[in-house]
């Protein structure tokens, strides 16, 4: 099974120390498809932000893969 091209582990992040969202886990592998839908106010933008790393995590781990170019 291929590496990953985004793992979030146990992510938590948080605005003046109040956790807009806690523990989210999820691995997008490569080739796949991912939407992200929502109410507007729902964190898109924000989970958006702390995957470029753009806004730290209170916790846990981001991983994001570059994918590399063939031809």
Same mark, same amino acid.
């Given at each position: ?18 956790? $807009?969202?806690?523990? &989210? ?8 498809? /991912? !939407? *992200?839908?929502? =109410?507007?106010?729902? #964190?898109?933008?924000?989970? $958006?932000?702390?995957? &470029? ?8 781990? /981001? !991983? *994001?893969?570059? =994918?590399?170019?063939? #031809?």
């Amino acid at each position: 099974m291929p590496a990953p091209i985004l793992a979030l582990d146990q992510v938590t992040v948080a605005y003046d120390h109040q956790p $807009l969202w806690q523990g &989210l886990s999820f691995h997008i592998a490569p080739g796949q498809f /991912v !939407a *992200l839908v929502g =109410p507007t106010g729902g #964190g898109k933008s924000t989970l $958006l932000k702390t995957i &470029l790393g753009l806004l730290p995590c209170a916790s846990g781990t /981001v !991983a *994001l893969r570059h =994918p590399v170019s063939v #031809g």
